[in-house]
């Protein structure tokens, strides 16, 4: 897999192209959640309908919220750049909703040349959103990264059989990093991974 040239990149949100926005711990606090209940959006399936409108609400401000405040990484924006000369998909892979998506696009003055969200299908760490945008793309996952700073990422790129990218810019990744198959500090390291890759090839 590592000699196969690399021919689109999908990105994780939020703590990747923007810096760490959401402590779910504290907004599960909010919602009146149990700090070990696990992933809210999984936990919302478990809702009767009107606790899970109240539940949505909180998560909509807060969403909202890291739209507004959010700030790129360092060298998001030229990572994106330097894909884009170099003919490279896009893509965007989020457990967000693709309005937020779009506005943290417009805000920064970035482009995805595709967006997979929470309501086109199953959630990280399902394989479903990396195989989607592949589809989109029409590459195969091999041909593939995708770069997150979570657990779920490196999971569902996995699962995909995607290449796995930790951005292991955070306390948690070591523990994250025996699921991935690059550690990345930074963003715009992954275009040394993606040259790497195009000079074996040759």
Known sequence: MR????????????????????????????MGLDKNSG????????????QRKDIEKILHYHEQKAVTESSLNVGAEQTLSALRKSGIRIGILTRNKRSNALAIAKKHNLQFDAIVDREDGPVKPDAFGVLRICEIF??????????GDYLFDLQCARAAGAGAVLLAN??????????????IERIDQILEIIKNRSEIRK
């Not at 992933?39 to 009107?50: C, G, H, T």
């Not at 029409?138 to 770069?147: A, C, F, G, N, Q």
């Not at 955070?170 to 550690?183: I, P, T, V, Y």
């Open 3 to 30: 000699d196969i040239p690399i021919k689109a990149v999908i990105f994780d949100l939020d703590g990747t192209i923007t810096q760490p926005f959401f402590d779910f711990d504290a907004i599960r606090e909010e």
């Open 39 to 50: 992933p809210i959006l999984e936990a919302m399936e478990k809702m009767s309908p009107r």
């Open 138 to 147: 029409d590459v195969r996952p091999e041909e593939t990264l995708m770069v």
């Open 170 to 183: 955070h306390k948690r990744a070591d523990e994250f990093a025996k699921h991935a198959d690059f550690c």
